[in-house]
């Protein structure tokens, strides 16, 4: 079952401007949150977290948002850079660092 | 490179042979975990240890899977008898408890 969504399996933008990935998930008992980044031939990297207890997690360009009522986070990058060109994966889990579920994935892409 | 690393990165197989697969964590890192990840989805949590022992498994591990941690530091993927449907990408992470999660390049299977 497919308990984290990201519906948009691709998102194109402009240089400067902001990006904004989107995800949404099932099950209420996920209490952490996380982002990963990952490019061609190369693992996922760790972006940016946020735990369920917060609603807003920032770290320099990126910024999580999340709604618990909706189910629903985000993530913002302010601004867009060509080098964030890159899929962008979703994860949620119950209890920091046991398995994690991820999402898909959006494939973003930042035009100069 | 300290990262982790993962060998070989590329394995091509008959349908029906065994394989195995090394994963090499950051040194410190006392968790390691194994993912598989499939065209167009997210990676999708098979197993994980913390040291020398084997904590969770996911029902996607069937009987034809084995993985091992001895002494707490590599770990082996075992797949005997290899089906077409096996043919993904094999990712290892691993971490310090309550931390993010560091992952390999990934091992690409393909079963012919």
């Known amino acids: 079952d497919q308990q984290v969504k990201q519906n948009s399996p691709s998102l194109s933008v402009q240089e400067g401007r902001i990006s904004i990935l989107n995800c949404d998930y099932t099950?209420?008992?996920?209490?952490?949150f996380l982002w990963y980044k990952k490019y061609p031939a190369e693992g996922p990297t760790f972006l940016i977290s946020i735990s369920s207890i917060k609603d807003k997690n920032e770290d320099g360009r990126f910024t999580v948002f999340l709604n618990k009522s909706a189910k629903h986070l985000s993530l913002h990058i302010v601004p867009s850079q060509p080098g964030d060109s890159a899929v962008y994966f979703c994860?949620?889990?119950?209890?920091?660092?046991?398995?994690?579920?991820f999402g898909a994935g959006t494939r973003l892409t930042v035009k100069p | 490179d300290t990262g982790v690393s993962q060998n070989p990165r590329h394995k091509i197989t008959k349908r029906g042979q065994n394989v195995t697969f090394r994963c090499d964590p950051i040194s410190e890192h006392n968790r390691l975990y194994w993912y598989r990840q499939t065209l167009g989805q997210g990676p999708e949590f098979l197993t994980y240890f913390q040291n020398e022992a084997q904590l969770e498994k996911s029902r996607l591990l069937s009987d034809r899977f084995s993985a091992e941690r001895p002494k707490g530091s590599f770990s082996t993927l075992e797949i005997q008898r290899t089906e077409q449907g096996d043919s993904a990408m094999y990712l290892c992470a691993s971490s310090l408890a309550y931390l993010e999660q560091y992952f390999g390049p990934g091992t690409r299977l393909t079963v012919t």
């Open positions: 994860a949620a889990t119950r209890g920091w660092n046991n398995d994690m579920r």
């Open positions: 099950n209420s008992m996920f209490d952490y």
